[in-house]
């Protein structure tokens, strides 16, 4: 079911699915990208093993109300703060969190600021260092020749049109593509376009985003004293967030579990969905609540 709720001083679009008598899944979904990007059947697959799934568009993004920055700066805690907002409107006292790249970072925000609210923690191909704010880079790892070749060409030809806006993303998506599954492009150009479609130019949304992660504190030194059971999801062939960091973040947090899968890179392919579920799951009924 879709709806709209007010929380913490903007309206978030968000999609519930399930018996809201069974226990919550929260899925925080990362920089620039809409809450539908959480893959269908993964949803489909949490839903029918017992959970309420919620997943919805973080401020700035697809539906959700979109800010101005300048006047109303925002940081990863503050949406934490929306993420917790929007349980409230749901009547959701206590939720596992799982959150995706930028979501991951959101839900170690949310632990730590609301640990009464999370049952079970879950970080997919995220981090915990800082982003250096100069560069744009994640303190401690090298940016990938790739992306920075994207980057430059983006820099060079900035898109124009949403022909142009789609390819760039299609460009970045097979960057992003680990060995796991081979790069489908046909697909892919059609979730761009329909995530395009639903929600205009990402522009806004990637600028503000990035504005927030890099005005974020830095973790590193705050997650050890985080409580709920952890999960680290982690592809081994990241090129935006490498490996090194989700065994890192993994490192950071007393008592928590990685998952390696093995050639995935910073994107959910179909074929890594039953893998990234049945984690998930076990990571759930293993905290038995």
Known sequence: MEQWIESNGVRLWCETRGNPA???????????????????DLCEMLRGEGHYVVRYDNRDTGLSERVDYEARPYTLTDLADDAVGLLDGL????????????GGMIAQEIALEHPGRVRTLTAVM???AAIDPE?????????????????????????????QHIQARVDLARILTGSLTPFDETATRRIIARESARAGDTTHTMRNHILAVTASRDRSELVGSITAPTLVIHGTEDP??????GRALAAAIPGSVLVPIEGMGHTMPTLALPLIASAILQH????GL
């Open 240 to 245: 935006m967030a490498p490996f090194e960091q």
């Open 126 to 128: 995220s981090i915990v």
């Open 135 to 163: 560069t744009s880079t994640i303190r401690g790892s090298e940016r990938d020749p790739r992306l920075l070749e994207w980057d430059a060409r983006q820099a060079a030809d900035p898109p124009i049109t949403e022909e």
């Open 284 to 287: 759930t009924n293993r905290a």
């Open 22 to 40: 069974d226990p919550a899944i929260l899925l925080v979904m990362g920089l620039g990208a809409q809450g539908t990007a959480w893959p269908e």
């Open 91 to 102: 009547g959701i006292e206590t939720a596992h969190v799982v959150g995706a790249s930028m």
